[in-house]
């Protein structure tokens, strides 16, 4: 059974929050609505547990974070606790089905893409596997989620191929992907700071997409979760997208947010990252496909 839970505890103000490292949230499975939560013990997942309350402003906090695991096994404990309408386990055994059926329409068209580098024409195929949402595996062509691209007003569906570039020509040098709940207190403080990163980004050909799992109330997220993500933390340099499959959870216990690092040239994912501990990882990534 899923399990989202922190990686550590931490109790402290979002100032001494921000300097934490692998700090994560606790646990997952749906409702609509934005209700984010202050400092305090105010339950499990960094943001306290979710509320039944959907209609409560915002007030972005950090609140505590609770669990234990070792996050390499993948071992943990804690639920976001309150009634969901999904489970944790039906989240995660659906996400490859129910992923793939969604995007069947909006990705299957091509499994290559064709692009120009300064030497002339380079068809760019697409990784054939082994696919995985582990460190080493390579992310499945057919993956889309509805939601923002950079800079949208409307939403759409974004594929992941949308990223592929192995030969630079898009500009595109590493590829960060947040995994959020609304819930999760350390997803609020990563939001928070993602707006001051969106010019250095930029230049570094950094591209961030952040999918929404879960929404205050722990069930699956929808489209105006991720609208409401976007909009109130002023994520509209990055795409946001409803993830309600949690597409790339895996197995066993998973640490919120949860940050997967993927390599344009060959989609392949070269970390996986439980928590916010910063942007070291990533922009090494970018330093090293610009060069």
Not at 29 to 37: E, M, N, R
């Amino acid at each position: 059974m899923l399990s989202l839970r922190p990686a550590h505890r931490a109790t402290a103000s979002l100032a001494v929050l921000a300097t934490l490292a692998f700090a994560a949230c606790n646990s997952i499975t749906g409702a609509d609505g934005l209700t984010l939560y202050g400092t305090g013990d105010e339950g499990e997942g960094g943001g306290g547990s979710p509320s039944d309350d959907t209609t409560s402003g915002p007030s972005t906090g950090s609140g505590d974070s609770t669990g234990s695991g070792d996050t390499s096994t993948g071992q943990g404990a804690g639920h976001p606790g309150n009634d969901t309408t999904s489970s944790s386990s039906s989240t995660s055994s659906s996400s490859s089905s129910s992923s793939s059926s969604s995007s069947s329409s909006s990705s299957s068209s091509s499994s290559s893409s064709s692009s120009t580098s300064s030497g002339g024409p380079l068809d760019c195929e697409y990784p054939d596997g082994p696919f995985g949402v582990t460190k080493g595996t390579y992310v499945k062509g057919t993956l889309a989620w509805e939601g923002y691209d950079d800079n949208a007003n409307q939403s759409g569906a974004i594929s992941i191929q949308d990223y592929f570039d192995c030969d630079g020509s898009k500009g595109i040098n590493a590829i960060l992907i947040i995994n959020s709940a609304t819930w999760c207190g350390v997803c609020q403080q990563e939001a928070s700071d993602l707006p001051s990163h969106a010019s250095s980004f930029a230049a570094k050909g950094i591209k961030v997409l952040t999918l929404m799992v879960e929404n205050s109330q722990g069930a699956p997220a929808t489209l105006a979760t991720a609208t409401s993500w976007r909009d109130y933390f002023g994520l509209e340099a990055y795409s946001t997208c409803a993830d309600p499959n949690f597409t790339f959870a895996g197995n066993g216990s998973v640490g919120l947010p949860l940050q997967i690092l993927v390599d344009p040239r060959t989609m392949k994912i070269v970390d996986r990252i439980e928590g916010y501990a910063g942007y070291s990882a990533i922009t090494a990534l970018a330093d090293k496909n610009a060069n």
